[in-house]
């Protein structure tokens, strides 16, 4: 589908989900397209220069995904992979991020998890939201500078520098972020996900 242009790509997409369903049959669509995959799959089989990196439903795949690789791909906006350090921390895990100004960002999870003292946090877009939006045990916030504000009509994404990474969250249209600024954000850690700094690995 990709010679189609956007509109006509995803009307195809529907007319092919249409299809899968009312024949009840097997089908085996390859893409490189990640949306179409998402969309048109019961269960995604995402490759490497030919070997398999992880298979399981869309869900699955979004939301544990087994390494690296699958979840920088998987996903648009990609999930943020920061580089992090962890530690036990009474019943819960201390997880510290560098930033670029002042003092390390630390976040406690109230999860005890049985992790490196280097890891790989991902946490999706979506997952970190302007404070006051989000609540509950595992919501963490913290202060963060903004660097980039990108209005996408439902939403609005923002871009900010943690761990030496930009990471990207995902706020509702009408926040007042703007650039150069400083905003309170809060993280989902019971959404977060940890890999291995040298082999790509899922952890948890």
Request: proline share 6%.
């Amino acid at each position: 589908l990709s010679n189609l242009d956007a509109k006509l790509r995803v009307s195809m997409r529907s007319e092919i989900k249409k299809l899968h369903q009312n024949l009840g049959a097997t089908m085996v669509y390859v893409t490189h397209d990640q949306i179409e995959a998402m969309t048109l799959a019961t269960k995604i089989v995402v490759m490497k220069g030919g070997v398999v990196q992880q298979i399981g439903t869309p869900a699955e795949i979004y939301n544990h995904p087994a390494n690296l690789f699958v979840a920088d791909f998987m996903g648009s906006p990609a999930m943020n992979l920061i580089p992090a350090r962890t530690q036990q921390a009474g019943n819960g895990t201390q997880i510290e991020i560098a930033r670029p100004e002042g003092a390390p960002m630390v976040l406690q999870s109230p999860h005890s998890q049985d992790l490196p003292e280097d890891v790989i946090l991902g946490l999706r877009p979506e997952d970190i939201a302007e404070a006051g939006f989000r609540s509950g045990a595992a919501v963490q916030a913290a202060q963060c500078r903004i660097d980039l504000v990108e209005p996408a009509g439902a939403d609005t994404y923002v871009v900010s520098e943690l761990g030496g990474k930009q990471v990207t969250a995902r706020l509702h249209a009408e926040t007042k972020a703007q650039p150069g600024t400083l905003l309170d954000l809060a993280f989902d850690l019971g959404k977060v996900s940890f890999f291995a700094p040298d082999t790509g690995e899922r952890l948890n």
